[in-house]
């Protein structure tokens, strides 16, 4: 790994970062109208606004599961322009974890299978991948959990579950979008707990919240409103 | 990812919808089923007709006036026992040529009566053709030139009017004449449907004096080696010719016979196996529509895997090998029904069936490429999908 380690790299680094959406009238929309960011290694970022504001696209853009329509983004230095679809691919599996809302567990198939699902797509052995997925979910206190299946569990086990997953890679960066919108307060705090433990860790953590609360917590908290940065603090 | 993986990964998802797997895989299993059973019938006849055909003996040519072929009319005999003794000159061994008059006629003994193919032959009829006797003597040259009123009876003709009783040195009434029994053929089967333990053999003066016609029917030549079919075949037909000119002759030879024949049955084994396939086709069709429904079903679950570093082949990989699954599974559970009903067919009904290999990887790897070709269109709709469009579904 060349770039990728370096100390210096921010985590990420977007210039004039766009992205719009054509519908099918002719009628375009710009969810977010050129976006300057810059986040380092290890740090703890609020990202708050309204709804509609374009916090999600942002999110999806700094992911790799989208592309900007204009403007360049660097991804621990690496410009995601320069990568193909795979290579894409590569990086979120290798550098980039992901926590929805909505948790995005596969039913039917146990925590464990669950939170292996990243390292198959990295080719990892089998045994290893139940080793580092059992590691995992004991990370987030369900060691007892192993076996179930996301019905099986609380909205709160499952994006515990959600948060395994995506530590169990090793990532530089963890993506929340709303990550206790379903949650209690009670749930919610622990998840939160959960994603502040990582970042002391060392994993640069970005989270998108309508909770005042949440957001309090992060270090810096970066206002979006109508695809614009309204404010960085 | 590894295909092990995949596999594993398909095999969890069939799993999970294990009814609906089930009942998409039956259009493959009755397709291949299907294919199965119609190819063994098809090489079960092939098969038994060349087992007849070998049965009638061994490197003989037929020899009848005109033109032999699928679809030709008969012709009008013009030959005559004049023909036979040039053949026989020509040929130049006169025990390998033999000659045959056909006619159908009721054999009557006292009240019984039997419907027989009567065949007016000669002494030399059991050089050329592979006609074992069960009880009495072949026919004689003294027969012939006398035109004695003596019979040998095929086997079933012999049970149906003497039963148990020794049927030689007895009487049969044909036409009106009657016929002393000087011999009863051993049991042989029936050749193209020609029931030939029904037959009659009477000399074949009697029998033309019977029909009231000097024709012939055809003449038999036998080689004496497999070498030997072709050479002589054209030298009986130019000979004929040369004595009859713008006539047709044919020789049929048992190479023919069996190329001919084969051909047929090839070609209705293919279609029967087309009709099959088609079957299978609408196997394929439906494993696509559910492929399809399936994609859609889990789009979310498309999503996330590309957010956690599927790639587009890899989705395309999983989605391919369901496919595929389910038709091999589909397509091995056909072929075991198939060689099951074949062999049941074979063990309950006259009909012939014989299970071959080629058949069975066929319907094999037929199964696998319908999986692919159906599993595409499938796979690379999953493939193609936008991870953030999948995720936002809900
Ligand atoms: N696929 C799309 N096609 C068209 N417009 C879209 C699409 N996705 C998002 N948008 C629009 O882009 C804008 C930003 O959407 P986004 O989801 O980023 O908002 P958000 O800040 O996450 O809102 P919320 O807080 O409600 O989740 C919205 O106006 C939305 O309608
Ligand atoms: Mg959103």
């Known amino acids: 790994m060349s770039l990728a380690d370096g100390r210096g790299t921010p985590a990420f680094e977007a210039v004039g970062l766009a992205r719009s959406y054509r519908l099918d009238g002719g009628v375009t929309v710009d969810a977010l109208r050129g976006v300057d960011l810059r986040v380092e290694q290890g740090e703890f970022v609020a990202i708050v606004g309204p709804s509609g504001s374009g916090k999600s696209t942002l999110m999806h853009l700094l992911g790799c599961l989208d592309r900007p329509t204009s ?21 979120r599996n290798r550098t980039i974890g992901f926590v929805f809302q909505s948790f995005h567990l596969l039913a039917r198939t146990s925590a464990l299978d669950n939170v292996a699902l990243p390292l198959v797509y990295r080719g990892v052995p089998r045994a290893e991948r139940r080793e580092r997925a059992r590691r995992a979910l004991e990370a987030v206190g369900l060691g007892h959990r192993l076996t179930h299946r996301p019905s099986q569990m609380s909205g709160g086990e499952q994006q515990r579950v959600a948060v395994a997953r995506a530590l169990v890679g090793d990532p530089r960066v963890l993506l929340a979008d709303e990550p206790t919108g379903n949650l209690d307060s009670r749930n919610g705090e622990e998840v939160m707990g959960l994603l502040e433990r990582l970042n002391e860790g060392g994993v640069a953590v970005v989270l998108v919240t309508h909770d005042a609360e949440v957001a ?3 270090r810096r908290r970066i206002h979006v409103r109508d695809g614009r ?4 603090a | 990812m590894k295909t092990a993986e995949a596999l594993r990964m398909a095999v969890e998802a069939l799993r999970v919808n294990r009814l609906r797997s089930m009942l998409t895989m039956l259009g493959v299993i009755i397709g291949v089923l299907s294919v ?3 190819v063994a019938i098809g090489t079960g006849a092939k098969d038994a007709i060349e087992k007849e055909i070998s049965g009638l003996g061994s490197n003989i040519i037929l020899v009848v006036p005109g033109q032999v072929g699928l679809g030709a009319a008969p012709t009008q005999s013009r030959l005559d026992l004049s023909d036979v003794a040039y053949v026989r000159r020509v040929v130049g061994d006169p025990s390998k040529v033999t000659v045959a008059v056909n006619s159908g006629e009721p054999v009557r003994v006292g009240r019984v009566e039997v419907f027989a193919t009567l065949t007016g032959t000669d002494e030399n009829m059991a050089h050329v053709f592979d006609r074992p006797l069960r009880r009495g003597r072949y026919l004689t040259k003294t027969d012939v030139d006398t035109r004695r009123r003596v019979v040998i009876l095929g086997s079933e003709v012999a049970a149906k009017l003497f039963g148990d009783v020794d049927p030689i040195g007895r009487q049969v009434t044909i036409a009106g004449v009657r016929f002393r029994v000087v011999g009863v053929y051993a049991t042989v089967g029936a050749t193209f449907g020609v029931a030939r333990d029904q037959e009659v053999h009477l000399p074949v003066t009697t029998a033309q004096r019977l029909i009231g016609l000097p024709r012939i029917n ?3 030549v036998g080689a004496s080696g497999p070498d030997e079919i072709e050479p002589l075949r054209r030298k009986v037909v130019d000979a004929l010719s040369e004595r009859y000119p713008g006539e047709t002759f044919s020789a049929v030879t048992q190479t023919q016979l069996l190329g001919t024949i084969g051909t047929v049955l090839g070609m209705l084994t293919g279609v029967l196996a087309a009709i099959a396939g088609i079957s299978l086709l609408v196997g394929g069709v439906g494993v696509s529509n559910i492929m399809l429904v399936s994609v859609r079903e889990r789009t979310r679950e498309i999503g996330l895997r590309k957010a956690l570093g599927a790639r587009g082949r890899d989705i395309l990989g999983q989605f391919l090998i369901e496919a595929v699954l389910l038709t091999t599974v589909g397509g091995v559970i056909g072929i075991l029904a198939g060689v099951g009903g074949a062999l049941l067919i074979r063990a309950v009904s006259p009909v012939p069936a014989s299970i071959t290999w080629w058949s069975i990887v066929l319907a094999f790897g037929v199964s696998a490429a319908v999986g692919v070709f159906f599993g595409v269109a499938p796979a690379r709709r999953a493939a193609r999908l936008d991870p953030v469009v999948a995720l936002r579904t809900d």
Do not use: F, P, Q, Y
Request: hydrophobic share 50%; charged share 25%.
């Open chain 1, 71 to 91: 403007g360049t983004l660097r991804v621990n230095g690496v410009d995601v322009a320069t990568l193909d679809d795979s290579g894409l691919a590569d990086l």
């Open chain 1, 216 to 218: 309090a917590r992060a």
């Open chain 1, 229 to 232: 940065i309204e404010r960085d």
């Open chain 2, 36 to 38: 199965v059973i119609l």
């Open chain 2, 218 to 220: 055809g003449i038999a």
